[in-house]
């Protein structure tokens, strides 16, 4: 019988709680990807891989898609985020990542790139 890996109670409740706590960016990208709107794709949104939780990811096409606020312009964040690229992308999934802003200006834009990808 094959089961599910159990997720830390720690991911778990971290997970549960950036789900009922999104950026406005987020809220806004989600209404484009939820309920298979998106070229039927399912994405899942706050979710664990390894240690790590992404912002939004579709299984099926191994991407992930990660918004960033200010903090990461910080030293010490620019870090953290390479390293868990590498170990994301050592998984074979493809990191997108845009700015908070892109959201706000550029919606359009955003979901063109991410099109260009899935297609």
């Given at each position: 019988?094959?089961?599910?890996?159990?997720?830390?109670?720690?991911?778990?409740?971290?997970?549960?709680?950036?789900?009922?706590?999104?950026?406005?960016?987020?809220?806004?990208?989600?209404?484009?990807?939820?309920?298979?709107?998106?070229?039927?794709?399912?994405?899942?949104?706050?979710?664990?891989?390894?240690?790590?939780?992404?912002?939004?990811?579709?299984?099926?096409?191994?991407?992930?898609?990660?918004?960033?606020?200010?903090?990461?312009?910080?030293?010490?964040?620019?870090?953290?985020?390479?390293?868990r690229t590498e170990f994301l992308e050592s998984c074979g999934f493809k990191v997108l990542r845009f700015w908070?802003?892109?959201?706000?200006?550029?919606?359009?834009?955003?979901?063109?790139?991410?099109?260009?990808?899935?297609?």
């Amino acid at each position: 019988m094959h089961t599910k890996p159990k997720i830390s109670e720690k991911i778990s409740v971290r997970t549960k709680n950036l789900r009922r706590n999104q950026t406005p960016q987020e809220v806004i990208l989600w209404s484009r990807l939820r309920g298979n709107r998106f070229h039927g794709l399912k994405f899942r949104r706050q979710h664990s891989l390894g240690r790590y939780i992404v912002d939004f990811v579709c299984l099926d096409k191994k991407l992930i898609i990660e918004l960033d606020g200010w903090q990461h312009k910080e030293e010490k964040q620019e870090r953290y985020d390479t390293v868990r690229t590498e170990f994301l992308e050592s998984c074979g999934f493809k990191v997108l990542r845009f700015w908070n802003n892109e959201i706000n200006n550029n919606l359009d834009g955003v979901v063109f790139k991410i099109e260009e990808f899935v297609n």
